[in-house]
């Protein structure tokens, strides 16, 4: 990281632990992976890379072909994958909203997006996001959610 060997990157190299920029659908720095892109080109991809969300990258784009438009430039830096789902309704004022669902009940193509990640041979961690259930409910939605991983 010659010349950028600095900040969260620079901590994380030195305890030989990467740092992974996540896509979040919405207003945020790096909602989209060609941004991110540009803020990490510098750096060594050993050490700083990508935490692909693919409900965020479906939600970003409207469609599911968005998923795969966002990972092709992630994959040669996916470090870890947060797996979420969200389907689309309709808030008060008639404007589209993306809501939280459990794995499988959504908008992402999760047989095509394991696929793509058996392809590249991705082992690296999973991390399930629980935003659809509140806190009671956490034990056995995340029972579910590891069950259809599991069957994919």
């Given at each position: ?43 060594e ?14 939600a ?8 795969w ?84």
């Amino acid at each position: 990281m010659a010349g950028r060997d600095r900040g969260t990157a620079a901590l994380g190299r030195s305890a030989a632990m990467a740092l992974c920029l996540r896509n979040v659908a919405g207003d945020n720095v790096g909602s989209a992976v060609w941004d991110t892109n540009l803020i990490i080109r510098g750096l060594e991809p050993q050490w700083v890379g990508y935490d692909f969300d693919p409900g965020s990258a479906a939600a970003a784009g409207g469609c599911g072909r968005m998923v795969w438009v966002a990972l092709a430039p992630a994959l040669p830096r996916l470090k870890m994958v947060t797996l979420n789902d969200f389907t689309w309704t309709r808030d008060a004022s008639g404007a589209w909203k993306a809501i939280p669902c459990p794995l499988g009940e959504g908008m992402v193509d999760w047989p095509r997006f394991f696929d793509a990640l058996a392809r590249v041979k991705f082992t690296g961690p999973l991390s399930l996001e629980m935003a659809y259930r509140g806190p009671s409910e956490r034990v056995g939605a995340i029972g579910r959610d590891l069950e259809f991983c599991a069957s994919k």
